[in-house]
């Protein structure tokens, strides 16, 4: 007795596991435990979200008799719509802007989000999450930068890249494939680099010779400068171009249709802040990449050449507000997208300086605009507190539906899916809601003919025929 005794004296002398403590046992640092929770997790969550997954990849998915689909009220389900089927979110990034959206060229279960602001008050660390369709809980990587973000891209020949562009001028690089939160390189100890917000960085291809490939960094900022990185020795650049902002004579407007504008000298506008343009964004033409379009702050969107760096090949006035985006058809080489603060999109063909129709549908600035990668003729933009998604082989007077989330906050960004019917949408809020388009009009069968036949209507409307 008095050993059994002293045997429940000693168990009740040893101490407990307190589960509101911090528990530093080793087996809780072993990497093979850790990846085993990973799968565990993984495998959690695809039970819970695997048929939204399968609507992701386009592929089909069995219809589960006992879990009919929920009734939208108010809303007709034969209708165009948007089906939310996740969102990417979590407490680090609350309540900070989404400013960028990159799809991974060589895996599309994988998202690579910025986080910062679009004003200097608003501005503070920024943030890079990295999410895997496989977890839509939990980001797979977050890296920190020192000033908010701003534009992101994945590098198309070697995917694990990520070049992101900060509100301070910097550029950053990070390897995704690699656990290590750090990055690889940044621009601040390069002898030209941009000293104010970028907003835009993109991986451009060029093909050096037959049949060898490289590519390079670009970049435009609100400085007036678009560069071109190289990363083989760190960060070098090259400037291609200084935007210098276009001479309108006294008295006269910017009409659309003048012959092109010319940058002004160095011995005019003297009376301007600053002689420079402040730079938007860009995108490089797809049947030559020397060849680029560059939208900027003043409301110009400007043609230009690697080849040239003093003056516009062609310049497209008619927007009345900044330009915030624009975009080459991926499906018609010649024909391009803008969108502006003006409240608008323009439709444009790069053979025609004034726009070939103007696409307005909300006294709201029109933040972000992407072409669908499915068809030709289907765009979607962002604005503040709704999403607008137009089928110009529909309508191009009215939306083929407008989405109005239930927070009424302002959207930022907007991505489609790169093999689906799915768009991306980020907000202030700091989330990524993830959206299926139900009952769209299928694409038609001749996708370049569709949308030519939208650019002749268009063209004939604004009495600016294109082919005579």
């Not at 891209?153 to 990070?174: D, E, R, V, W």
């Not at 407008?402 to 991306?424: D, M, R």
Request: with cysteine; proline share 7%.
């Amino acid at each position: 007795m008095s050993g059994h005794s002293s045997s429940m004296g000693k168990s009740k002398e040893e101490p407990g596991v307190d589960p509101t403590k911090p528990n530093n046992h080793p087996i809780l640092k072993l990497d093979a435990l850790k990846d085993s929770l990973l799968i565990m997790e993984r495998a959690v969550t695809h039970n819970v979200y695997q048929p939204k997954q399968a609507l992701y990849r386009n592929l089909p998915v069995i219809p589960d008799s006992e879990s009919p689909a929920p009734s939208i009220p108010g809303l007709d389900i034969h209708s165009p719509h948007l089906e939310k089927l996740w969102s990417y979110s979590c407490a680090a990034t609350r309540s900070r802007s989404v400013t960028a959206i990159a799809l991974n060229p060589a895996n599309s279960d994988i998202v690579a989000v910025g986080y910062g602001g679009f004003s200097a008050r608003t501005q503070g660390l920024g943030y890079i999450c990295c999410w895997s369709l496989k977890n839509p809980e939990s980001p797979e990587r977050v890296y920190h930068a020192p000033s908010g973000v701003t534009s992101l891209s994945f590098s198309q020949i070697h995917p694990n890249l990520l070049a992101a562009g900060l509100y301070n001028g910097t550029l950053m690089l990070y390897n995704i494939r690699s656990t290590e939160h750090d990055f690889l390189l940044d621009s601040r100890d390069a002898l030209y680099k941009h000293s104010a917000p970028v907003w835009q960085v993109s991986w451009i291809v060029k093909e050096r010779l037959v049949g060898e490939k490289s590519e390079v960094l670009m970049s435009v900022s609100v400085d007036g400068r678009v560069l071109q990185w190289s990363i083989r020795k760190g960060f070098e650049s090259m400037q291609l171009m200084k935007l210098k902002r276009v001479v309108v004579p006294k008295g006269e407007k910017k009409t659309p249709g003048k012959p092109k504008q010319t940058q002004v000298d160095s011995g005019q506008g003297g009376a301007l802040i600053s002689q420079h343009s402040p730079g938007m964004g860009f995108d490089f033409w797809a049947n030559d990449s020397n060849i680029y379009l560059v939208c900027t702050e003043e409301g110009y969107i400007h043609k230009c050449s690697c080849s040239y760096n003093e003056q516009f090949l062609e310049t497209y006035p008619g927007h009345t507000g900044p330009v915030y985006r624009v975009k080459w058809s991926p499906f018609v080489p010649d024909v391009f997208l803008s969108c502006s603060a003006d409240w608008t999109v323009k439709l444009w063909h790069q053979d025609h300086t004034s726009p070939l129709h103007s696409f307005q549908a909300s006294q709201k600035a029109v933040n972000d605009i992407c072409w669908s990668p499915m068809d030709s003729t289907l765009f979607g933009c962002v604005s503040e507190g709704r999403i607008e998604i137009w089928g110009m082989g529909h309508s191009i007077l009215d939306p083929l539906l407008v989405h109005k989330p239930q927070n009424g906050k302002k959207q930022t960004a907007i991505q489609f899916s790169n093999n689906s019917n799915v768009v991306l949408v980020g907000d202030e809020l700091g989330e990524v809601t993830v959206y299926l388009l139900k009952n769209i009009p299928r694409p038609s069968d001749h996708q370049v003919d569709a949308l030519m036949n939208v650019v002749n209507t268009s063209s004939k409307l604004t009495m600016n025929p294109l082919f005579t």
